[in-house]
Each structure stands twice: as C-alpha cells, then as structure tokens.
C-alpha cells in the first residue's frame, strides 16, 4: 500500500509458514537536512546536524533541471 508517513497502518499476522516479505521506500524533498549525528539506519554512515540529506542510503530519485 502506499500512504502518508503519518497514517496509522498494519496488517494482520502471517499464520503461514513463510516470512513475510516487505520493502519500504521513504522519500523526502531535495534539500532536506538530517536533524541527528547519530545514523539514521543500521549500517549506514551518519550525515551530521544540518548536512543535506544524500549518499548511497539516500540518493536523489530524479534529477529536475531548471
């Protein structure tokens, strides 16, 4: 499903024997900056206090010429 970060969502619990399989996609507008020195995910280099969001974890989807 697709929705707003925000919206209160779940799914009910899988009763078979296979996991679950789920992928998450978070996007944010071109300009946002991290707001923590700590990583933001498991496994990935922190992006310091007011750096621009970027990097492998958070690559820019489309490039918009103006």
């Known amino acids: 499903s697709f929705h707003h970060g925000l919206t209160i969502h ?5 009763n078979s024997p296979r996991p ?4 998450v996609v978070n ?3 071109d300009g946002t ?5 700590e990583p933001m ?7 310091p206090v007011g750096s ?8 820019m989807l489309k490039e918009t010429a103006y």
């Open 20 to 23: 679950r399989r789920a992928a």
């Open 10 to 14: 779940g799914s009910f619990e899988n």
């Open 33 to 37: 900056k991290s707001d923590q020195d």
């Open 27 to 29: 996007a944010f507008l």
């Open 52 to 59: 621009p969001m970027g990097g492998t974890f958070y690559p």
């Open 41 to 47: 995910l498991a496994g990935t280099e922190p992006i």
